[in-house]
Every structure is written in C-alpha cells, then in structure tokens.
T-cell receptor, first 110, second 114 residues
Framework: DAKTTQPTSMDCAEGRAANLPCNHS???????VYWYRQIHSQGPQYIIH???NNETNEMASLIITEDRKSSTLILPHATLRDTAVYYC???????????FGPGTRLSVLP | GAGVSQSPRYKVAKRGQDVALRCDPI?????LFWYQQALGQGPEFLTY????????KSGLPSDRFFAERPEGSVSTLKIQRTQQEDSAVYLC????????????FGPGTRLLVL
C-alpha cells in the first residue's frame, strides 16, 4: 500500500501558486519524499525530491515539515500545462520501486 | 539527451495472443523498472533489473508475464496468452544507479486485449 495520503483533486487559477499537500506520517528516517506528475497519456515526470530540508528547482519547491510527517509541493505560477495528476511517494533503500497512490488531480483553470 | 523510449506505443491483441513490449532505457542507466497502470489508477510495480540481473519480480501478476534484460540495456516484457484484464499501460523507468535514485519514465505502451 502507498505510504502517503493526498487529496483526490484540487483546482488552481492560472498564474496563482498551486500548493499540493501530502501526508506521510509513517515515513522512516532514511526515506525520501518524491513528487512526480503525469500529464494525460504520458509517463510520469519527475518533479523534485527531498529528505528533510526544503528543496527548490526550476519546476517547483518542496516544503517538508520538521517532523517529516507531511510535505507540500508548490508550483509558484501555475499554467494550464500544469494540469496533471500529481503523485507524492516516499521511498528509501537501494533498488526499491516506487509505490504510487491515486495522486491528486490538479486542474489549472483559466 | 535521449530519454527512455518504449515500443510499440500502442498494441491491440486478441485474447490468447502473445505480446512483447520493448524498453530502451537511458544509456548507462543501471536500474530498470517495469510498471503496469490500469485506467484511472497509479502505476503498480511489476519487476526490477539491476544490469542484467532480475532482482525483484514480486509484482508480476502471473506466470504469463516474463521480463528479460539479457545485456543489461534493452528490456523486453512478454505477456503470454493475453487476457482482457491485461489491458493497461505498461511503463518502463530507468535510473542511473542502484541507490535511492530518481527514476525516469518512458511514455508507456498502451495494450488493449480484445
């Protein structure tokens, strides 16, 4: 079973920040938080990952709470092309596969 | 650079036919994963290779599913005697090392069994 819980769906206005929450209360010390997204009819696309510190790249920011039991993915200026299913995954150890949950369906509205 | 590629992109098979799905990982990537994604659901793990060694096949749903990666690069997922419940998107992913590395996914092969 997936180790994360996410809202089923969210809407965001174009140009505004999209904040996608994820709960992972059973995360262990060596597990990373990964975010992927899947645009319709494409394979999952890597967005960002982190262990305990906040991370930022050209796509998004990842905020992880101090107790690591939850995190938030932030898309600072959402565009229509950001409409996708967003998956939050916790993973550790070598060679371990990802366990995907149902994700959050983000709709960016004009 | 080139990403993960998969072929064919679409496959229609009659029930009972055998199919072979190909994955070309990113050059030099050690780890290769296969996932199955049913309509409206997240991907589910099938099997994992480190170079040519199949280290985990716990997700393969039946003995009709077989995967290989004989030279540690290209991989083939074979499904024998396809059934309607095999209809899904089959995704391949690769990662550079065997550690807790980012996986890069291909576009998938959409299989429809009639």
């Amino acid at each position: 079973d997936a180790k994360t819980t996410q809202p089923t769906s969210m809407d965001c206005a174009e140009g505004r920040a999209a904040n996608l929450p994820c709960n992972h209360s059973t995360i262990s010390g060596n597990e990373y938080v990964y975010w992927y997204r899947q645009i319709h009819s494409q394979g999952p696309q890597y967005i960002i990952h982190g262990l305990k510190n906040n991370e930022t790249n050209e796509m998004a920011s990842l905020i992880i709470t101090e107790d690591r039991k939850s995190s938030t993915l932030i898309l600072p200026h959402a565009t229509l092309r950001d409409t996708a299913v967003y998956y939050c995954i916790v993973r550790g150890n070598y060679g371990q596969n990802f366990v995907f949950g149902p994700g959050t369906r983000l709709s960016v509205l004009p | 650079g080139a990403g993960v590629s998969q072929s064919p992109r679409y496959k229609v098979a009659k029930r009972g036919q055998d199919v072979a799905l190909r994955c070309d990982p990113i050059s030099g990537h050690v780890s290769l994963f296969w996932y199955q994604q049913a309509l409206g659901q997240g991907p589910e793990f099938l099997t994992y290779f480190q170079n040519e060694a199949q280290l985990d096949k716990s997700g393969l749903p039946s003995d009709r599913f077989f995967a290989e990666r004989p030279e540690g690069s290209v991989s083939t997922l074979k499904i024998q005697r396809t059934q309607q419940e095999d209809s899904a998107v089959y995704l391949c992913a690769s990662s550079l090392e065997a550690g807790a590395e980012t996986q890069y996914f291909g576009p998938g092969t959409r299989l429809l069994v009639l």
